[in-house]
């Protein structure tokens, strides 16, 4: 029971900070709190609408399920009421003075840098209510709970520090928000300027919408028209509206189907991809409605993990329409639903590609990740995901892309497998020693500049029955080449060969006459089957402290080339120098490679080296 006088409380440490930056923002498309406050005016209905199909007792139960937004010029106010299900003391505490929300961090420290973009993004982060301090000196919530045993209470901030919470009487169910708004803000009191704002979405809003007692919606399912008579401007507000962005859609799926189940699904990839730009992991939120009534806002297995960044809404008739979000007893259905979307998604990805390359590999750039994700743990999609992948390959010019299926047509007919190597950059890979042996053959090779790209690679392992195989592995193995001319004997090249080994004793597993090799005199190979290289430096990065596991590699070895040519004679003129240049050219092959764990004892042995020249 809250006091008769008002009760003050502070606003979490979170909230203070966003409420710091919002009250400054001079973020420039300000109207997006109107779009806030009637997304929540909505949420508030819809979640009375679904109420009333377990509870009977319900205060206020008559009020029809409506907004009604007023403007006054004198006074310099907005105000928007809804006759939702209302908040308790509790509930205010709760909802407007707390971040329930994990990603909040992420999104407070965006908005802190003077992230413009992050700030047209606040609805996506659970803190939309608070866009209404951008405009307004006061924000009022007069509010009454739908439970009948609670009463009117008046929530107050300035935006400050803290909030204060009255007692209220005559308060209807549901909340009025009231801002007054700052001087600078007052074009948002003006009836016409609120009107534009509306115009552009309310027709997606599921509940009238009055502005100064006049109603101007007409609730339309957007989803349920035939494309051809839906504008584009149509979509892309609808879009904005529903996925609380400021960007229009970057791409759009609008289709229907009967069979296996009957589906309208409009569903939009935005512009940029939140989670790349340093944002939470998103969540599920295509919403799921059952002819024109919502079910559920973000239901979890409507979708797969993968297709967490597609937003929209899905309409199933054959959806029961009593289901609760809590209790979607059948799971069949909303598998089908799963199965067909999926499988229309992946198909229409497929056509982008082919019918708009550019935008496809744009669309790459941004999502990519995601369909990495989807190829290597979605089973049932791996096939038709691995098509959609992208990579630059040796054949390829910096910049542009290319496909298995295309890798694929390529092929000889001696070739058996799909090779591909991972580094930071194409530069990195082209200079390093481990394409030359690959480029010699006519072998093209993927470049894989992202971190997941290992780990996507290992799990694909194989696409049109070829398997796919890390350029630098010490299994491949490549076709013999003629011996080149001035290159060491075979004699020379074997009694080189078994010296190296005995010199290096434990740092390698194995030393070899390389088949591989045509510039650099040397490379190193990774031995170890479970770790591979780039993995290992990955390891080595999150623990810097920890001690390495005893690295070995085999090392393979030039016989064209003038150093090895070299050490070859120097192993009989002079042993002790010979031992200091195959240490030295060891570890020029494990930087290479990226695998020397600790370069002081290099540094010394090459001043060594350096002595006697
Ligand atoms: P979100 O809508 O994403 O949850 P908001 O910051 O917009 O985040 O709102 C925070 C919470 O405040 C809502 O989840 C809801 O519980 C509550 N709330 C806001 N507006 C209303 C309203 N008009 N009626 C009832 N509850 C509301
Ligand atoms: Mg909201």
């Known amino acids: 029971m809250p006091n008769a006088a008002p009760q003050t409380f502070q606003f979490q440490a979170e909230i203070k900070q966003l409420l710091d930056i919002v009250v400054h923002s001079l973020y420039t498309e300000k109207e997006i709190f109107v779009r806030e406050l009637v997304s929540n005016a909505s949420d508030a209905l819809e979640k009375l609408r679904h109420l009333r199909l377990t509870e009977k007792a319900v205060y206020d139960d008559r009020l029809d399920l409506e907004i009604n937004i007023t403007t006054d010029d004198k006074a310099k106010t907005f105000t928007i009421q809804d006759f939702g299900l209302g908040m308790t003391q509790a509930e205010l505490v709760e909802n407007l003075g707390t971040i ?44 009454h709970s739908w439970r009948e045993s609670e009463q009117g209470l008046l929530w107050s901030s300035d935006g400050t520090g803290s909030f204060a919470i009255e007692e209220s009487s005559g308060e209807r169910r549901g909340c009025k928000v009231v801002l007054d708004l700052k001087d600078e803000c007052s074009e948002f009191s003006q009836e016409w300027r609120i009107r534009e704002v509306l115009e552009r979405y309310s027709a997606f809003v599921s509940f009238p919408v009055n502005l100064n007692g006049k109603r101007i919606n007409t609730v339309q399912a957007l989803w349920l028209r035939g494309k051809n008579e839906i504008k584009e401007e149509e979509y892309d507000e609808f879009y904005k509206y529903q996925a609380h962005d400021s960007e229009k859609p970057r791409m759009r799926l609008h289709f229907s189907a009967d069979a296996p189940i009957s589906i309208n699904a409009l569903v939009f990839v935005p512009k940029e991809n939140t989670e790349k730009m340093g944002l939470a992991r998103l969540e599920p939120s295509v919403a799921l409605y059952c002819r024109k009534v919502m079910i559920d806002a973000r239901p979890k297995d409507l979708l797969p993990e993968w297709l967490r960044f597609l937003k929209g809404v899905v309409d199933s008739e054959d959806l029961p329409l009593n289901i609760s979000r809590e209790t979607m007893q059948d799971r069949s259905l909303v598998e089908k639903l799963n199965r067909v ?42 096939e038709q995901l691995t098509k959609l992948l992208r990579f630059e390959s040796s054949l390829t010019d910096k910049g542009k892309t290319t496909s298995f299926p295309d890798y694929a047509s390529r092929m000889g007919p001696d070739q058996k497998e799909i090779y591909y190597l991972v580094g930071p950059n194409r530069e990195a890979i082209e200079a390093g020693p481990y394409l030359e042996g690959f480029r010699a053959r006519n072998l093209e090779v993927l470049f894989c500049y992202e971190t997941v790209d290992e780990y996507v690679m290992n799990s694909v392992r194989e696409f049109d029955g070829k398997k796919i195989t890390a350029a630098d592995h010490a299994d491949v193995k490549l076709s013999e080449q003629p011996r080149a001319e001035g290159a060491l004997g075979e004699a020379e090249t074997k009694a080189l060969v078994g010296w190296l080994k005995d010199c290096l004793g434990e740092r390698v597993a194995d030393v070899k006459a390389s088949a591989r090799l045509v510039d650099s005199p040397a490379l190193a190979l990774n031995a170890d089957k479970i770790m591979s290289p780039h993995m290992r430096r990955l390891m080595r990065a999150m ?44 570890d020029n092959a494990l930087i290479s490679a990226g695998l020397l764990d600790d370069a002081s004892g290099m540094v010394k042995r090459l001043y060594k080296i350096l002595e006697s020249v």
């Open 100 to 143: 329930a929300h994990s990603g909040s961090q992420a999104f407070l420290k965006a908005l802190g840098e003077g992230d413009q973009k992050a700030a047209g993004l606040i609805g996506q982060f659970g803190v939309g209510f608070y866009s209404a301090f951008m405009v307004a000196k006061t924000v009022r919530v007069y509010t």
């Open 341 to 382: 979307i999926t499988k229309r998604f992946l198909k229409f990805l497929d056509e982008e590609a082919k019918n708009r390359a550019e935008a496809y590999a744009e669309f790459y750039r941004e999502f990519g990740v995601y369909l990495k994700e989807g190829a290597a743990l979605d089973f049932a999609h791996k």
């Open 543 to 586: 623990n810097k402290d920890g001690a390495p596991s005893p690295l070995r590699v085999n090392l393979e070895v030039n016989p064209c080339h003038a150093v090895i040519k070299r050490l070859s004679e120097l192993r009989s003129s002079a042993p002790d120098k010979a031992k200091l240049v195959a240490e030295q050219i060891l």
